[in-house]
């Protein structure tokens, strides 16, 4: 079974930059996608980032420009390097990771944008 693990989140002001880190239990190659995930209460979860096998990247219009996901193969990390933070950007954050038909998540962390 694999397990990730997500950490960095917390209280941070507008404007403001936190990096989050995914520890996966599994080789990260294992995996054709790996990406971050986020809910706000009352509202739906969303992708925010997403990095495949081949280093395509993609992100939630919202994030474009502030937003960097990235990853550590050798030690099985993948990061969501957040800038310019709003208050919108306010949720619980999840790393996710697929592979094949499965697809397995993280117990999430809480990013909280504000004064």
């Known amino acids: 079974q694999v397990q990730l693990m997500e950490s960095g989140g917390g209280l941070v002001q507008p404007g403001g930059s936190l990096r989050l880190s995914c520890t996966s239990s599994?080789?990260?190659?294992?995996?054709?996608?790996m990406g971050w995930y986020r809910q706000a209460p009352g509202k739906e979860r969303e992708s925010v980032a997403t990095?495949?096998?081949?280093?395509?990247?993609d992100y939630a219009d919202s994030v474009k420009g502030r937003f960097t996901i990235s990853r550590d193969s050798a030690n099985k990390l993948v990061y969501l390097q957040m800038n310019s933070l709003k208050s919108e950007d306010t949720a619980v954050y999840y790393c996710n990771a697929a592979a094949s038909s499965l697809r397995f998540w993280g117990q999430g962390t809480q990013v909280t944008v504000s004064s």
């Open positions: 599994a080789t990260i190659s294992s995996f054709y996608t």
């Open positions: 990095i495949t096998r081949g280093g395509n990247t």
